[in-house]
């Protein structure tokens, strides 16, 4: 598990928001080579790795952008104001330090707010909005910033890095999703499986499920599983009936997410999913929630459909950056999916 939690750290403290996912899928690349026999990135910028082999073909796949922000404009006074790219709750965004990614590197700054201080009484019981947030990283014009190459559309990305917990736990940013990519690279190092395998990396999950729907159309896979974090029940704030999952429990099988809205997994893919963990004894959680989605909504519903599932992971305070795991999850989740590859000719 060092392994696991090691490439973690390293995928966790890299950076990638929605649209801007190169430095994530270079490690994907790097790590996954020496176990495909073709790695290539497609038009819109996934990463898929091609194992050679036998029918069924299988699309194991995970997200690799995080949730951040984009500059909007430049004030005269050299503060940044922005958009947000992904689901944020404002809250968390509030005094965070982040990282501008300019073409000649990264610049430090910090999201501010109007001080308390000043705030009339009505003021400090609202929730302050993104909109009222604003960047600052140490210049006075806006010619200062400018010259820096920072310019409306510039990514910008939280500046956390990953840390232990106690046990087994750890905490970092976005491990929605760096934890499925880890999912998905064990999982192809350890399998023997013999059909052929489709490895990817998807861009742009967060802004709308975008490069998992043109990476499965364009490969037509038998049978797909999306490897992505779940919300557990298991903390203060939520309670068991909405959330009934746990971390440190196992892997979770998504039966059905967003009320239905998003993947009703098929009789196929939970007999499979759920059969192979029982055959190797691999404990697992399952799921219908009516919370979000995954990629496996625009995998499955590509072309003429294809039965796709979901090996998800209990993952703490996600789209914050200070989201809470157990590395043993992972390790099952991994395990979970390498077997079902293996298993995949005898149920499709």
């Known amino acids: 598990m060092s392994d696991i939690k090691s490439l973690l750290e390293k995928l966790s403290n890299a950076h990638g928001i929605s649209g801007w996912e190169g430095s994530i899928q270079q490690i994907v690349k790097e790590e996954i080579s020496p176990y495909v026999d073709e790695v290539r990135v497609d038009n819109l910028g996934n990463l898929i790795a091609t194992r050679k082999g036998e029918k069924p073909s299988i699309m194991i796949e995970a997200h690799a952008d995080e949730i951040g922000l984009m500059v909007k404009q430049v004030d005269e006074l050299g503060f940044i104001r922005f958009i947000r790219i992904g689901g944020w709750f404002d809250q968390t965004l509030l005094n965070q330090r982040v990282i501008i990614h300019t073409r000649s590197g990264p610049i430090v700054g910090v999201i501010g707010s109007k001080p308390p201080h000043v705030m009339k009484e009505e003021e400090r019981k609202k929730i302050v909005e993104a909109r009222d947030m604003f960047i600052d990283i140490g210049c006075s014009s806006e010619k200062e910033v400018t010259d820096l190459g920072i310019q409306p559309g510039t990514p910008i990305s939280i500046d956390r890095t990953f840390a232990a917990l106690q046990g087994d736990k750890v905490t970092g940013k976005a491990f929605d999703n760096r934890a499925g990519l880890i999912i998905m690279i064990e999982a192809l190092k350890r399998t023997k499986s013999r059909s052929a395998i489709y490895a990817v990396a998807t861009v742009q999950e967060e802004v709308g499920l975008k490069g998992a729907k043109v990476a499965a159309f364009s490969l037509e896979p038998d049978v797909a599983i999306a490897a992505d974090v779940t919300i557990p029940g298991d903390h203060p704030g939520i309670e068991k009936k909405d959330a009934p999952i746990a971390m440190g429990k196992g892997p979770v099988v998504v039966m059905a997410d967003a009320s239905g809205r998003g993947i009703i997994a098929t009789p196929s893919i939970i007999?499979?999913?759920?059969?192979?963990?029982?055959?190797?004894?691999?404990?697992?959680?399952?799921?219908?929630?009516?919370?979000?989605?995954?990629?496996?909504?625009?995998?499955?519903?590509?072309?003429s459909g294809i039965p796709t599932g979901v090996i998800s992971v209990a993952t703490r305070y996600i789209h914050s950056p200070v989201e809470v795991l157990s590395i043993s999850d992972i390790e099952k989740a991994a395990n979970l999916m390498a077997r079902c590859l293996e298993t995949a000719e005898r149920y499709f």
């Open 271 to 303: 007999e499979w999913i759920v059969g192979t963990a029982r055959e190797f004894e691999i404990p697992v959680q399952l799921e219908a929630s009516d919370g979000g989605t995954t990629d496996a909504t625009s995998i499955y519903l590509t072309k």
